[in-house]
């Protein structure tokens, strides 16, 4: 790959909120924005669309949704890790500007913010929406509306955020968008705490995966994300699915994505997240040409200061060993 074409790609990734990144090689594009499909049209057409629905919902009953295998019935409005039931919640909606550019182009991201959340970070930057759960309570019907709402808004896809612990009630949501006109690409926001049957099941109907990888190791995913110890295999095995299904990041000519994947990794004090495991990962598991959102902006939110090593921002020397180790693993 040119310089330039670094270049673009790097300047395309790049965040407005000034996130530093670093990324591979985003392969090529399709030929007019026109003409990318959503997956999900062609499985609705099909009358699968329904079926996937079905299967998800399902597992609410003794849920399973997540790598918390919580087993209880959520239907009957039990409440487990994620302190969900089975109705849906939602914070807020809206075009969104401070995501990947490739996300955002010129008429946003359509965000959708799900309350509630599977992991639980003790750093949470939304911890009173992810930990406390602020929101409202709404319809499957009221979700279809949003959609549709951020379609007419301009926005160039429906980004779910913290969607794991209600991807039933999504599509159940995306059903109704569906039948109304909806055809926007669907990004898949998550914490990458994410089951490896969800995932596939969602096979054809998330057109851009956009998870986090935080962790490499579980003792400290268990002592920081409410005791989530097996999140570096689990994230990981999820990741792969991801990008078995979508692969690399597939950019339009105004540089809008349309399809594929992009990783976050927020860059953590002492190295808690393994950046340099992490990079190495990506380039050896997955492909030097994944697009990866390497991130500076940690701050010590919610209880972070409850960990003295938890408590700072991070220094410049952190931020440059984590560039430079993303550059020695061929991703910037
Ligand atoms: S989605 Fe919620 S209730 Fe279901 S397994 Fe995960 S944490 Fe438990």
Known sequence: MGPSRRRFLHDSLATVGGLALAAGRATGASSHPEDHEPAYLRLARQGRLREVERQLREILAACRLCPRSCGIDRRKGKTGVCSSTARLKVASHGP??????PLVGSG??????FSNCNLLC????NWEINHRGD????????????????????????????????????VGALCCAVDRGFRLPLVYNTGGYDSLDVIRALDGIVDIYLPDFKYQDGALAAKYSSGAADYPEVAAA??????????????DRRGIATRG??????????????????VRW????LSPDTCVNIMRQYRPEHRARDYPELSRRLTSEEWEQAVAW???????
């Open 122 to 125: 003790c750093y949470c930057q």
């Open 326 to 332: 993303a550059r020695a693993a061929g991703l910037a």
């Open 96 to 101: 969104h500007f401070g995501e990947e550019r």
């Open 135 to 170: 929101g409202r309570v709404v319809g499957e019907m009221d979700v279809a509306d949003m959609m549709l709402d951020l379609q007419r808004k301009g926005c160039h896809n429906v980004n779910l955020v913290t969607p794991t612990h209600v991807a039933p009630q999504i």
């Open 282 to 285: 990506v380039a050896t598991e």
């Open 261 to 278: 994947l992009i990783i976050r990794h927020l860059v953590l004090p002492h190295n808690i997240g393994g950046t340099d495991r992490f």
């Open 108 to 113: 946003g991201s359509g965000t959708i913010f």
């Open 238 to 251: 999820a990741i792969k699915e991801m990008h078995r299904q979508v692969g690399t990041l597939i950019v």
